[in-house]
């Protein structure tokens, strides 16, 4: 039975029917009562530093389960708590995709990027906080908990190594000074690629938990999740030090002296102390708020120090306030359109992905579940895993048909239901709400879009470094550092971190420069996925993990101390939060 003693599916129950005077009196209750209002939480609790000295309050607050009846002030204030923590999650993919690092669009496409993208997660998480059922069969569409969807990350590495052979290959147009220029026919393309690859989602749904657990282990997910963390971490440093396009490379033309070029604001060469000052100053915001913050601080220091970068940077002259004035006050989904296509080569690592993202979406539902304070095991939690599972598959079609990249469900809110104690759908929704009315105002996304690529930078390493620092909890807690997996990790690491360090080892292999447009496909799909690191080390560990077999050893030291009980003296829970990535 689930903790909060609310109904365990969201399908309501027979009960008396309500009067229309009886659903006017709640409304009334709810929004003209100190009561609906209000209620008796301690708000302060949400703002009290952490401050050395200073006395710490004993009474726990009260926790707010899947159900209850939550003030409408508070479900305000926590909701919006859950939109701050996602945001800096959110941005991020649609401004290194969209900048010099991917298609090189100009300000309006970033802009119109980065408002879909809050506007489209919104609606999106939604539907997974909703669950609906779907009618004449045991299955479900999304978790019913607040498993709120964002841009995934994992589709970073895999987009820009495929927009780099899209260049390569004369898909997109290239200046006559070698410079790339903004190519939306390969965004279509990865738009209309990823609606597709999708499908192994949705199919994956339909496969019970535990045989997708044992397909796709911690062992797999595990070190393929800290890949994905280690490739994107060389973006973030690239951006803190000054940019990530043209700039930063050692052969450059002289319009990229200096970064982002020699006509923004305040310019200065790659690597300047003054950019690594930028960097720094929201680095050890960050780090600031999570030693003396308050619990809201904590939940949303990526965002104050993001905040904090872009006042100094402001008050020193590196802002730029032409995109802001010219963007347009709203946006919505489609302003902008993108002519899609299935382009060859991108389906197999995109598969790959939404693979990972199925497997992720499995530990961060648990997670959920358990800071929720429900079941963790049994039919219940399956038909939770099912929904949301599925449910991230469909996203992943609709936000591509809302162009926007692949989108999963996010970890980092499990961390704000923790620190809050409230699991109330109520803040799911308001978050959306947020969500939506940030995206829609199109100025809030400009002055996004017009942050230094330094301070953005400093943003993006700390949270691509929690990525792969995520991917080695998921070893940790799920995975037994036998002989046997030390092996697997081991061959399975050599070649991704080989991929990920030297990303064109595999260019000289396939020399291949016939008319047979579909051998070339072919063939360049598998140089992009043999040149991703994490899809190498998924691929390895998959097939080794599934033909190795136990030793004896291995099996009986298990039967010793794994069927008993733990050096505490409890019973080992299978059903922890083996695939958990960190908030």
């Known amino acids: 039975m689930d903790e909060d003693q609310g ?25 003209l009562t100190r009561e609906g209002l209000l209620g008796d939480y301690d708000y302060a609790f949400l703002f009290r530093p952490n401050i050395p000295f200073m006395r710490k309050r004993r009474q726990a607050s009260p926790f707010f389960g899947l159900n209850d009846k939550l003030p409408v002030f508070l479900a305000l204030i926590l909701g919006f708590q859950h939109a701050l923590a996602m945001l800096a999650g959110l941005i991020t993919p ?46 479900y569409i999304g978790t019913g908990l607040i498993s709120v969807v964002g841009v995934s990350f994992t589709v970073i590495p895999v987009a820009q190594g495929a927009f780099t052979q899209m260049y390569a290959n004369g898909f997109c147009p290239v200046g006559e000074d070698g410079t790339r ?16 690859a999708a499908l192994i989602e949705v199919v994956i749904a339909f496969i019970p938990p535990r045989i997708m657990l044992r397909i796709f282990p911690p062992l797999v997910t595990g070190p393929t999740v800290m890949l994905i963390g280690i490739n994107l971490i060389e973006s973030g440093f690239k951006n803190w030090l000054g940019g990530s396009g043209p700039c930063s490379d050692a052969t ?6 200096k970064c982002p070029d020699i006509t923004a604001p305040h310019a200065l060469p790659w690597g300047s102390p003054e950019y690594l000052g930028l960097g720094f100053s929201v680095f050890i915001t960050i780090i600031l708020c999570e030693r003396f913050g308050s619990p809201i601080m904590k939940s949303t220091s990526v965002i104050i120090g993001l905040l904090t970068g872009i006042i100094i940077a402001a008050a020193m002259g590196y802002f730029s306030r032409s995109g802001i004035d010219q963007a347009p006050v709203a946006s919505f989904i489609w302003v902008h359109t993108f002519k899609l296509s299935v382009y060859g080569p991108l389906v197999l690592p995109l598969i790959a992905v939404f693979i990972i993202c199925a497997c992720e979406a499995i530990g961060d539902i648990t997670a959920s579940c358990d800071v929720s304070r429900l079941e963790v095991d049994g039919a219940i939690y399956e038909t939770r895993i099912q929904g949301g599972v599925l449910a991230d598959g469909l996203n992943g079609i609709l936000a591509a048909l809302g162009t926007m990249t692949p989108m999963t469900t996010f970890a980092q809110n499990n961390g704000v239901i923790a620190l809050t104690r ?52 998921i070893i940790c807690r799920g995975t037994p550092f036998t002989r046997r997996n030390r092996f697997i990790l081991t061959a399975g690491l050599a070649l991704g971190y080989g991929a990920t360090l030297v990303p064109g080892y595999f260019d000289k292999v396939f020399t291949y420069s016939g008319g047979n447009r579909s051998l070339r496909g072919f063939l360049d799909a598998i140089s992009l996925v043999l040149e991703t690191g994490f899809a190498v080390t998924a691929l390895v560990t998959i097939i080794l993990n599934l033909t190795l077999p136990e030793e004896e050893i291995e099996e009986t030291e298990e039967a ?17 939060i083996d695939n958990d990535k960190l908030a």
């Not at 109904?7 to 929004?31: C, E, N």
């Not at 119109?112 to 069969?137: C, D, E, K, N």
């Not at 220029?181 to 597709?196: H, I, K, R, S």
């Open 7 to 31: 109904p365990s599916q969201i399908a309501p129950q027979s009960a008396p029917r309500r009067s229309i005077g009886d659903r006017l009196h709640g409304i009334k209750k709810t929004f």
């Open 94 to 139: 649609p401004l290194i995709l969209s900048g010099p690092g991917g298609v090189n669009f100009g300000l309006d496409l970033q802009q119109y990027l980065v408002s879909t993208a809050l506007i489209v997660s919104g609606i999106l998480s939604m539907i997974q906080i909703t669950r609906f059922h779907i009618y004449g069969t045991p299955y």
């Open 181 to 196: 220029l903004p190519c939306p026919d390969a965004y279509g393309a990865l738009l209309g690629t990823a609606a597709v």
């Open 252 to 257: 450059h033309t002289a319009f990229f002296d």
């Open 422 to 473: 409230c699991a109330n759908r109520t803040a799911g929704y308001c978050c959306c709400l947020f969500l939506i009315l940030m995206g829609i105002f199109a100025k809030f996304a400009a002055a996004l879009v017009a942050i230094p690529s330094a301070v953005l930078g400093g943003m993006t390493t700390f949270l691509f470094t929690s990525v792969a620092v995520s991917g080695i909890a």
């Open 560 to 576: 010793v101390e794994g069927s008993g009980s733990t050096l505490d003296g409890r019973t080992p829970n299978h059903h922890s």
